[in-house]
């Protein structure tokens, strides 16, 4: 799991847009406008995963094989700041939906990106916006991942 992790914040960290990449250990919870990250940001966790046996190896440790089925979880967040009323100045419209046009360039880096030698490629399967009311925009993009002989 680890090698996956760093494998993607990699393949993020060349969305130069990101100020801040990390695993997702509860930074945007209980803070609010003070969350301990640079804007904008995507925190990156396993959301969960199902098993099946495929047999045993008696090779490998530990011998029973299984393949899994997991969700990766994209949580994408910036301070909004901006006016995105249809009389805003462009240059204010651009800022304030920079969020979603980084979601966008992420979306092509990791969409079918393979992560590690023991996993398939990411599946893009959800996409919801996180209501709050502390100034922060956050969105939630959930990514499947299939992993073998774990």
């Known amino acids: 799991m680890k090698e996956l992790l760093l494998s993607l914040e990699t393949q993020l960290a060349t969305v130069t847009a990101l100020q801040y990449i990390d695993e997702d250990w509860g ?30 190896d008696r090779t490998a440790t530990p011998k029973n094989r299984q393949q899994a089925i997991g969700s990766i979880t994209f949580n994408f967040a910036n301070m909004k700041i901006g006016n995105s009323s249809k009389k805003a100045p462009i240059n204010q419209k651009d800022q304030a939906y920079l969020l979603l046009q980084i979601i966008e360039e992420a979306h092509k880096k990791i ?36 992993l073998n002989n774990v």
């Open 27 to 56: 930074q945007l919870d209980d803070y609010g406008p003070h969350a301990p990250v640079k804007w904008p940001c995507c925190l990156v966790d396993f959301a969960d995963a199902d098993y099946t046996d495929i047999g045993t």
């Open 111 to 146: 969409h079918g990106f393979c992560p590690g030698s023991t996993s398939g490629s990411l599946i893009r399967k959800s996409f919801r916006r996180i209501k709050r009311d502390d100034g922060i925009q956050q969105y939630r993009v959930v990514y499947n991942i299939g």
